[in-house]
């Protein structure tokens, strides 16, 4: 499917909330984190060396996904994407904004992901950094909570930019609302499939991260990526949408598969 017809996706429509603060801080304030938390994990002996076949296997998908990143965001075009595994037994993965991506081993081993649920994941963590749910939840917090101050920013008597870096710190926290999170996986779904990987995915994805929030701790990514059952039928209807870019793309050559850990 060409550029122009991708870049008239319904599933990239953006709020206007963005233009609250700078995508150029927002980016910034993620590299800062990011690089942050990298540090942390390669102290703790946690990151994945390059030549790791997880972290391959990773960077192998985000490499057929990413050229299609552009046509929702032109910003994508030139972020300094990157994708790194670390070695947390959490059931976790994220992307930050300016294409900061990262998974944790334990999403990988514990829920034994096959690549099409890799890519689901992936997709739908991309999608939350194409439309930019994290700047236009900073532009909300600061129009409905810091309103005053801003206005006094912009007068010139106080600092923009600090509210601004105080709201980026948290962004690796934030919890997406149920809109961000339904944009978040029909783009995702969109994403997947021109990459070659079945959508149909997200199905026994979700139910797999339904069947471990049942335990004591639920996964760490349901603190911010809420999970219900209207979500899983919402893919189900979506499928008839995403599934002609899964039949029109070309497909991956190579299948890696999930970690092989002992039994339990």
């Keep these: 499917m060409g550029t122009a017809a991708r870049a008239a996706l319904p599933e990239c429509e953006r709020s206007g909330f963005t233009k609250a603060v700078s995508a150029e801080q927002v980016e910034q304030s993620a590299t800062q984190q990011y690089r942050q938390m990298l540090q942390q994990a390669s102290n703790q002996r946690a990151l994945a060396s390059k030549d790791h076949p997880q972290l391959q296997r990773l960077r192998t998908i985000a490499e057929r996904m990413i050229p299609h990143a552009p046509a929702c965001n032109e910003r994508a075009r030139q972020w300094r994407w990157e994708v790194q595994l670390i070695g947390s037994n959490e059931l976790n993965a994220f992307c930050m904004p300016g294409g900061k991506i ?96 079945d959508p149909a995915a997200g199905v026994t994805l979700w139910k797999k991260m339904m069947a471990a929030s049942g335990g004591r701790a639920p996964p760490k990514l349901l603190s911010t990526h809420p999970l219900n059952a209207e979500r899983i039928q919402d893919i189900e209807r979506r499928l008839p949408r995403a599934q002609p870019f899964y039949e029109a793309a070309d497909k991956p050559e190579r299948q890696f598969g999930p970690p092989q850990v002992p039994p339990t």
Excluded at 147 to 156: F, I, M, Q, S, V
Excluded at 162 to 180: H, I, N, V
Aim: charged residues 15%.
């Design 102 to 197: 990262a998974f944790f081993w334990g999403i990988l081993a514990r829920l034994q992901l096959s690549d099409d649920e890799v890519a689901t994941i992936m997709g739908h963590e991309m999608a939350h950094a194409l439309l930019e749910h994290a700047r236009e939840q900073m532009g909300k917090n600061m129009v409905t909570q810091g309103g005053l101050r801003l206005g006094a920013a912009l007068l010139g008597l106080g600092n923009v930019g600090d509210m601004a870096a105080q709201a980026g710190s948290q962004l690796l926290s934030l919890a997406y609302s149920r809109t961000d999170e339904t944009q978040a996986d029909r783009l995702g779904m969109i994403l997947a499939a021109q990459a070659g990987y």
